[in-house]
């Protein structure tokens, strides 16, 4: 039985996040430069994409830009941007056709304003599509977000519509970039790297974490299935103790 047939369509996690890691890894085992990874891990985010849509996943959250990542060297920098816009032009028709809807999260502004542009348009296009979702997070960092959450909410104590006690976590949840989509039930790190890397520590509370040492652009369909097979072998307590019958005292 092939790793796709073992999965359980009933226990499916709802949201996965990946933290697409090891481009610069594998480029540097091919004598090549980090831009030749970037270009490789292209092809990694389609077959994922096809992945998670064909067993029916509903969000899927890639970390594709962080913050942090603008202190890269210029020169990779706008090779990521270019590569970015050009994979986002030409890979929209296709998540059209097949029901995907396209999200972004992150501080947008602060895209070039040719990649904003192609990103809003696809954004626009598969806004109606019911399937997948697929959320792209860009000039994303957690604190980022965390601290832009809290000066919104500050901003409506300021001006007298938030009362303190007021806040609770329902309504910090809304101030997040995440706010119209659950909390992952799974994150997938690839390159063997054991740390989350400042991605959406608010949400991953309580979300199952799954670590590969396959590098990104090696990262294909069998290798997402294995993660998810390997996620529906766990139990998800949140917190509590699994209660058997024999615990239970009769009344």
Not at 117 to 133: F, P, R
Not at 179 to 200: H, V
Request: aromatic content about 8%; glycine content about 6%.
């Amino acid at each position: 039985m092939d790793l796709k047939q073992r999965i359980n369509s009933d226990k499916l996690p709802c949201h996965v996040a990946i933290i697409m890691d090891g481009n610069g890894r594998w480029a540097k085992q091919q004598g090549k430069e980090r831009v030749f990874g970037h270009e490789g891990g292209v092809e990694s985010v389609r077959d994922t994409v096809k992945a998670a849509a064909e067993i029916g996943i509903q969000h899927l959250t890639l970390f594709a830009f962080s913050t942090e990542n603008w202190c890269r060297p210029h020169k990779e920098v706008n090779t990521l941007m270019g590569l970015l816009t050009k994979a986002i032009d030409s890979e929209t028709l296709e998540l059209h056709k097949n029901n995907v809807r396209l999200q972004a999260i992150g501080d947008i502004d602060a895209l070039p304003s040719s990649c904003r542009k192609q990103l809003s348009e696809a954004i626009e296009l598969t806004s109606g599509n019911t399937g997948l979702t697929v959320n792209i997070a860009l000039s994303y960092s957690s604190r980022w977000e965390i601290t832009n959450a809290t000066r919104k909410i500050a901003r409506k104590v300021a001006e007298k519509r938030l009362d303190p006690e007021d806040i609770d976590q329902e309504l910090v949840d809304q101030a997040m970039e995440t706010a119209r989509i659950p909390d992952p039930d799974l994150l997938i790190r690839t390159s063997g790297e054991l740390r989350i890397s400042n991605f959406l520590l608010w949400q991953l509370a309580y979300t199952e974490l799954y670590f590969t040492p396959v590098l990104w652009p090696d990262f294909r369909k069998k290798h997402f299935f294995q993660a998810i097979v390997d996620y529906q072998r766990r139990e998800r307590r949140f917190g509590k103790v699994e209660c058997h019958a024999d615990d239970v005292k009769q009344a």
